[in-house]
């Protein structure tokens, strides 16, 4: 009855967390949310008078596929230092990040179709590639992010429909491809006539060191498409994200996105584009870099505090996420378990891994959390870990 | 490089259209867009300010895949009186109804699968189901919907994955299912067990006679899947609009939408769950139903004073469009051209026949324009029909 790409298709572990640390007393590390308290509320509350009555009716009616003019031309220009020169006719508007990766699947995947990625590698990614029925290869990956010899070694073999990477703190490691291996990568790529798409959701959450310079930037348009959200940097319950990409693919990209949605919501994207102009944005990101470098740090501090030394931990220079390791042979789905007990939420990583492994690690988000919340969160995690004598 | 599906894919011939009429002095029949000069603007303002204090930060983060719980449960009450027992557990809140084709087809349709549709049918679906590399075969229609013996002929032959009725005020022809053929096809659909997907965004839009009861009630939960809307009734810009199923095809389609788009957008759902409940609702649907049927009264007098009399048309109970028949051997595609040129605009009939008949048909949306507008239009074609001696 169902499409074959329905078979083995199954919950993301991450939304069915969601549904768990709704529960009131949860502490969850399990998510990618935003912190709530520092949504823009009051502004878009005053935006929204705004645009509903400067932009009147139009702010409710049909708009075109390829989304706001206005906030195109803003991104084309807000982009430019970092992507090369971007006009409004590279851009196209989608329903938050993952819409984008729906809409390139549809456009690139066939059955069959390989696909890279880093492993580990954003699950929703992974969910939308099965999707589309895609063979998923995982690129063996390190603390720098993907390793270029190991992409080498398995080009010799395969060529994917697309590379998909995330290079700025990426989604479950918090690691950042370094920048030797990105100019090695914009080299493979050229070589290979590789097509990369570069999901940079995290980017502005940069708390320290070096912004690197976008795989876009350094690769050329033929090559690479460039997807990011305002989710994390205004709020992700707008769902207003868009992809940059080569003006021919951005053409077909409006077409596929014509028989999967129409447009993006129309409001939305209006609100953000108001909130970008007001002015407040930069100040806004600062005040994000500032309180979630600091969870961070509360965090690994809780870690060093409350956790075994046999946990190690990673110390990202920037995003949402911090990963551990256990001791090998260690279940963190088991550990969940007994954490879920104990009110304490957070992912397992081994949904992360295509290729099956990573039983001994996890993802803890350090963004959604108060800082005296994320302390007593690792301390009973702390207390589990001990009483499974890990 | 691109995907299979994508060979052939064009674009929407109405999308295109809706670029040409954002031309300033264009007088437009082309696009199925309601009249923005009665959207609730003021009233989704306050409660755009309501909505914000009250719910606060969570109307901007991210919130369930399968919609807004009372937003749901309010459509659950709302909707049982016609489709029969509904609770929110058969209800996903969708990104418009196209999102809701768009997760069908990801659901049920394979490459090669078969999908019935009426001839003409929606053109967005024909896209949808085009996207999914289906067979789309037309069924004769006529002006009481689908030709039940033509159904059942097809059904000799082939078995479709499933079937897809707008079954009120049809997209394009403002047709609907008469009761008789209602009563048949239940039957037909237990005997053969069918899947139907039933759209319904016009049927709020009735102008006058009885409104027929949903095939979903008639037929019952496990073979029959309704689509419907806010688009029209309330404001499309929105894009919030529901599909109601059975709870284990809800349950997948939960699944299927995660990959999709995580979720619709939060705070287009908290506006119009704010806005159905506030109790205007029902009194600005009968607006919007005399306004409509007042426009297509003058449209219909103005196509007898106007039009020569080899042009035909019927007279929709509902709904947005009127549906006109040429001379055969007219093309509706020349007379766009020749139209355009006195900023005229319509869509021709030919793109919403899968079968490829139909050049000598056109849709003319009546719902968007005022009715000295839609008399001026029809003048300039009048004379535009005349001067090629149709």
Redesign the interface.
């Known amino acids: 009855?169902?499409?074959?790409?329905?078979a083995g298709?199954?919950?993301?572990a991450i939304?069915d967390i969601?549904?768990v640390i709704s529960r009131p007393g949860m502490i969850s590390f399990a998510?990618g949310?935003?912190a709530?308290?520092l949504?823009p509320?009051e502004q878009?509350?005053e935006l929204?008078?705004r645009v509903?009555?400067d932009y009147?009716?139009?702010?409710?009616?049909?708009?075109?596929?390829e989304g706001l003019l206005p906030l195109r031309k803003w991104l084309a220009e807000e982009l430019s230092p970092d992507l090369g020169p971007v006009g409004s006719e590279n851009i196209i508007i989608t329903?938050?990040s993952?819409?984008g990766l729906?809409l390139i699947s549809?456009?690139?995947?066939?059955?069959g179709?390989t696909v890279f990625v880093e492993n580990p590698s954003y699950v929703?990614a992974l969910?939308?590639f099965?999707?589309?029925q895609a063979n998923v290869l995982a690129i063996p990956s390190d603390e720098k992010g993907m390793q270029m010899n190991a992409l080498r070694d398995r080009l010799r073999t395969r060529k994917p429909a697309f590379m998909y990477l995330m290079p700025n703190f990426q989604n479950p490691t918090g690691v950042s491809l370094s920048m030797e291996r990105r100019l090695m990568l914009a080299e493979i790529v050229k070589e290979h006539n590789l097509?990369v798409i570069e999901d940079n959701p995290y980017g502005e959450l940069v708390f320290e060191g070096l912004s690197h310079p976008s795989l876009y930037g350094l690769g050329g348009t033929g090559n690479f498409m460039y997807l990011s959200s305002f989710s994390k940097t205004i709020?992700?319950?707008?769902?207003v994200a868009y992809i940059v990409a080569d003006r021919e693919i951005i053409k077909?990209l409006a077409?596929?996105k014509?028989?999967?949605?129409?447009?993006?919501?129309?409001?939305?994207q209006c609100?953000v584009y108001e909130y970008v102009r007001s002015g407040g944005y930069s100040e806004h990101i600062s005040l994000l870099r500032k309180t979630y470098r600091h969870r961070r740090d509360c965090m690994i501090s809780a870690l060093e505090t409350y956790f075994p030394e046999t946990v190690t931990w990673n110390r990202p220079e920037g995003g949402m996420f911090l990963w551990l390791t256990l001791p090998e042979g260690s279940s963190a789905e088991d550990i969940l378990q007994h954490s879920l007990e104990q009110d304490v939420a957070f992912v397992p990583g081994q949904v992360f891994f295509p290729d099956g492994t990573g039983r001994n690690t996890m993802r803890l988000n350090f963004s959604n959390a108060a800082p005296h919340t994320i302390q007593e969160g690792i301390r009973r995690m702390g207390e589990v870990l001990k009483r499974l004598g890990i």
């Not at 009855?1 to 329905?6: Q, S, T, V």
């Not at 709020?235 to 769902?239: D, E, I």
């Open positions: 009855m169902y499409a074959e790409r329905i298709l199954k919950s993301s939304r969601l549904e998510g949310l935003p709530p308290e949504f509320v878009i509350k929204s008078q509903l009555s009147g009716p139009s702010a409710l009616q049909y708009s075109v596929t329903q938050g993952q819409q729906d549809k456009l690139f995947l066939d059955k179709s929703g969910q939308s099965q999707l589309f097509l709020a992700p319950g707008l769902r077909k077409l596929v014509q028989g999967t949605d129409l447009q993006t919501n129309t409001l939305g609100l």
